[in-house]
């Protein structure tokens, strides 16, 4: 009996020792730093220039359109320099009296002028009750042209670069104009030309 109790006593303290030897032989694993988790980065997109593509008679994209490709355009009629830097070109339309035009400055087109056809059959041609269907309601209206005459209006979308002369009677759009967003005022003041005020329009086509 008593030899079982040594041995016993024998076997524990060996396990004993066994167990301090693995501890002391044990290594330290050093794990590698924690990173910290990254920071969504924030995209910001430039400025939107205008629109792009709102007919297939457009010949620009406000912003981006060099002199050097405004002048390898066909049917050049005019071109004319001012005194505030900007250069003028006018090209054969639909319209012997109304030409399309596009206005440049520093390099980069600033407007565009896209006369459309009255034809259904002509490419480009589009009515006032698609434009408005696509795009929503006008941020202004105002009714009268000095070329188009006083049943034609001008329907402007100033904030997203664009705005039309039409006629909300025949439903007809007479062109189209491109520029940079601003605020309707600084259209009116700096391409509205043609804008001759007259009374309000009846919105049939474009609630």
Known sequence: MKKKILILSSLVFLLALLFVFLGLR?????????????TPVKVVFPPRKGITNISPLQKTIVGETTTDAVEKLPNLEKKETFLAGETQYSFVSFFATRPNQILMKNNRAIFERIIIPENPNEIGHVKISQLTSSFGKPEKIIQGSLFYGPFSSTYIYSNRGFAFVGNAYSDWVHEIHLFSPMNSETYIKTFGEDIKEGPPEPERLYE
């Open 26 to 38: 044990k290594e330290t694993v050093t794990l590698p730093p924690s990173f910290p988790t990254p």
